[in-house]
Each structure stands twice: as C-alpha cells, then as structure tokens.
Nanobody
C-alpha cells in the first residue's frame, strides 16, 4: 500500500504564503488536497493528474493556490498564496492508484496522508 507523508504546514499571517508537500512511497495516478476547517466538513481543495496536465480547483482557492506534480519524485505540492483566515484547516493529501483524472470527491481517492495544520492569523 502506498503511503503519503505531508509537510510544510504552519502559522502564517493573512496575505502570506505556504507550500505544502506530499511525498508518496510509490507510484500514484492522481492526487488531491482536501482540508477540514474547525467545525467544518472535509472539502476538496485541488487535484492533479500525475503528469500535472489536468488540474482542478475549488472556487474558493482558484487564483490563489497552485497544485503541481513532480512525477520523478512521486511528490505533489500545493502552493498557497494570499492566504486568508478562512483557509485555516488541517490539510490532507490524497492519492488514487486507479484514476488518471483527479477526482473532487473523497471517495475517488484510496489513500490518505495524516494531515498537516495550516493556521492563518488575521
């Protein structure tokens, strides 16, 4: 079973930037980032194919966040710019071993990381 390890979370002021990384122990076909804010359900943030040629974003982060994939390193990144307090959440990396096209639903991914905390102060 492929394992995912996230890194890069932390505390940042509003307007700042952070880059999250998700390293997989093996080959995956597509990857995504989800987040779970305080008292909120887990939601889709962004997804990418292994090559990076297909990407999707939630409306709330489009234009501020960028997902990218380094297939040689089996690593996916989430560059987060212009961060807002409402971006505060635990961010989870997810990967699919079966889908080439990234999904937007949790059920479309079959392996998950442990999560990394992102806190944006106002």
């Amino acid at each position: 079973q492929v394992q995912l390890v996230e890194s890069g979370g932390g505390l940042v002021q509003a307007g700042g930037s952070l880059r999250l990384s998700c390293a997989a122990s093996g080959r995956t076909l597509s990857s995504g980032w989800f987040r779970e804010g305080p008292g909120k359900a887990r939601e889709f943030v962004a997804g990418t194919s292994r090559s990076g040629s297909t990407t999707y974003y939630a409306a709330s982060v489009k234009g501020r966040f960028t997902i990218s994939s380094d297939s040689a390193k089996n690593t996916v990144y989430l560059q987060m710019n212009s961060l807002k307090p409402e971006d505060t959440a635990v961010y989870y990396c997810a990967a699919s071993l079966f889908r080439n096209i990234p999904g937007t639903a949790q059920s479309e991914y079959n392996t998950w990381g442990q999560g990394t905390q992102v806190t944006v102060s106002s």
